[in-house]
């Protein structure tokens, strides 16, 4: 690699975490959470698990002498409810305050704390994404003194930041994938155009969801089996870089298997250091699994998944959608489309065919193996729009190798009037989307919009699903028209959030 390629690579970086900073808020969702608080648990208690006591706003709760459901905010634990002579803290000891309820980013273990037998929780989402959030919380402790055990803005703070560097480098890697195979100048726009014209900067860059620290890795791993040159590199890198993927998002398995097949028939040695290289991950993946389930197989994912899709659909199979209704909306649908929010990256789908039929591009033909295999699981998903979400969060992780996927179709595209014309276009539409994406929306004010009767329209009820593919009552649009009010909605939203989260 030149170093004109490598101060480019850092350029885009720099100018793409300045980008995904510079609205100054996080983006609020539950979804999130157990990522966030993570490193709060492991500097706080040396543990990857939670408990009511320690995260007392994680829980519902319930006062043996009163009615309903209580909230109890981190910073109210130790003190006194009205009309009680003790704080709750207390009132958990003596069993007068007791724990009624979990929401839907924590799953019941097999644990218990010694001594107190307090029940343990862990991340639905399991342990990866919160674990990427590690190093900056050790470092905001250590230089800048922040408190990421006790600090509800520090630890929100600390995830965005996270985040946004995590797709920030992505971008970089997207330009060293797509260098060596047109020139620098295209090779930067197509990462300019994956840094603001998809999802990745709406949804993944603004806090840590599972699937912002699963692009990253899945991103590193395709650099390294692409440009890499040595077994220590394509091999071993790559198998760390794919177990990493894995550790953040479950489907991360079926990249690790297409890059090891691809392996398998283009370069045996490299083949082996990447199995070496990725074991360690995938047995602590395990290990964990074991400790926390009793199974090394057992996700809390799929457990969670079970549950909500009884809620959701009245059938506890997490796998019910027919591929045809969970590709479809997740492709063409209005409110949740990625060909609607990135139409740009249609070209990808271009970019697959060519790939596979001219030698030069040999090394990209496993991207769109990978690419169709976890859109599968996606697309049989239960709720395949993903719950409260902007665009298309299910697979947002895709979206560094769909990029990828653009550079065999990129020169063809730029060079012919007409479909440059287009190209431009698209790209134009799908950042605009995303400015509105990062500066309006708000988890509520579309996906469970309240009617003139006063009944909240939530795309999660049955009855109100039909939205997600109305043009008439569209996310986007939604957004566009009440564009001022929703930009002052959102920071006020997010602000409170990060100020005292509850579920």
């Not at 609020?28 to 157990?34: L, R, S």
């Not at 939205?467 to 028209?481: E, K, N, P």
């Amino acid at each position: 690699m030149s170093r004109q390629t490598a101060a480019r690579a850092l350029a885009l970086f720099a100018v793409s975490l300045l980008v995904y900073l510079a609205n100054g808020e996080v983006l609020p969702g539950n979804d999130a959470k157990a990522n966030a608080y993570t490193p709060a648990s492991l500097l706080g208690a040396g543990e990857l698990a939670f408990s009511p006591s320690r995260f007392p706003f994680m829980f519902r709760w319930q006062l043996s002498d009163e009615k309903g459901t209580v909230f109890v905010r981190f910073s109210d634990w130790l003190a006194r409810p009205a009309d009680s002579g003790q704080t709750y803290a207390e009132l958990f000891g003596s069993g007068r305050l007791r724990f009624a309820g979990y929401a839907a980013y924590l799953v019941p273990t097999l644990r218990a704390r010694p001594g107190s037998g307090e029940p343990l929780f862990v991340n639905t989402f399991g342990p990866g994404a919160g674990l990427a959030a590690l190093p900056a919380a050790l470092a905001g402790s250590a230089f800048l003194d922040m408190d990421v055990r006790n600090d509800h803005r520090d630890v929100w703070r600390l995830a965005k930041f996270t985040a946004a560097l995590l797709v920030a480098a992505s971008v970089a890697i997207v330009y060293l994938i797509a260098a060596p195979f047109t020139t620098r100048a295209r090779a930067a726009l197509l990462a300019g155009a994956y840094a603001v014209g998809t999802c990745a900067w709406s949804i993944s860059s603004q806090t840590l969801w599972q699937q912002t620290a699963a692009l990253f890795f899945l991103s590193l791993g395709t650099l390294c089996i692409v440009r890499g040159n040595t077994a220590w590199v394509r091999g071993a890198a790559a198998g760390l870089a794919f177990s990493a993927a894995m550790a953040c998002r479950p489907t991360g398995v079926v990249v690790l298997a297409a890059a090891a097949a691809y392996l398998a028939v283009a370069d045996r040695r490299s083949l082996y250091a990447f199995v070496i290289a990725a074991l360690p991950l995938g047995v602590a993946l395990g290990a964990y699994n074991f400790h926390y389930f009793g199974s090394p197989l057992a996700f809390g994912q799929m457990a969670m998944g079970e549950h909500l899709a009884q809620l959701k659909t009245g059938s506890p199979d997490p796998w019910q959608t027919p591929v045809w209704l969970g590709a479809s909306g997740l492709l063409l649908s209005p409110s949740r489309g990625l060909l609607v929010h990135s139409p740009f990256l249609a070209a990808a789908f271009a970019g697959a065919v060519i790939a596979w039929r001219q030698p030069r591009f040999a090394a990209l033909r496993f991207v769109p193996v990978a690419v169709l295999l976890l859109w599968i699981p996606a697309f049989l998903w239960f709720d395949w729009w993903g719950g409260w979400t902007y665009g298309y969060r299910p697979i947002v992780d895709t979206t560094p190798l769909l990029a990828v996927l653009c550079v065999p179709a990129l020169d063809r595209v730029l060079e012919r009037r007409a479909w440059r014309i287009v190209f431009i276009a698209a790209l134009a539409w799908s950042v605009l989307v995303q400015i509105v994406g990062v500066f309006a929306y708000t988890p509520l004010a579309w996906n469970a919009r309240v009617l003139d009767s006063g009944e909240h329209a939530d795309v999660d009820a049955p009855q109100y699903r039909h939205r997600l593919w109305s043009f008439r009552d569209w996310q986007i649009a939604y957004f566009m028209r009440r564009f001022p009010q929703s930009f002052t909605e959102s920071r006020a939203y997010a602000a409170a959030w990060v100020a005292e989260p509850h579920n």
